[in-house]
């Protein structure tokens, strides 16, 4: 069983900048930062292998770095030059078993554990 905590969120204006970071206990294979604005679908904006390649969606690819720390099982999300319709809450996810399949690293479906989120507000 994983569980994830997600802490780094925070208010900000536009164009500025956050990190979010998420610590997990347990094996952990894929993960990945989704987001939720207030009235719409979850979304994936980035994901990761435990081998380190990323995968971005294409509305934060060049202003968001997604990373992940093996030895100390952390994942993180830098956001830079961020924009109002960044605002969110961003929730840490992790996979079970094996990777996820890239075509599918997005997908809110293919993910077992999710942390409770943690607010980004960008104005």
Known sequence: HVQLVESGGGSVQAGGSLRLSCAASGNTY?????RQAPGKERE???????????????????????????AKNTLSLQMNSLKPEDTGMYYCAAGAGV????????????????GQGTQVTVS
């Open 44 to 70: 994936g904006a980035a994901s990761i292998w435990s081998d380190g390649s990323p995968l971005y969606a294409a509305s934060v690819k060049g202003r968001f770095t997604i990373s992940r720390d093996s």
């Open 99 to 114: 990777e996820v399949f890239r075509a599918l690293m997005l997908s809110p479906s293919e993910y077992n554990y999710w």
């Open 30 to 34: 894929t993960m990945a930062w989704f």
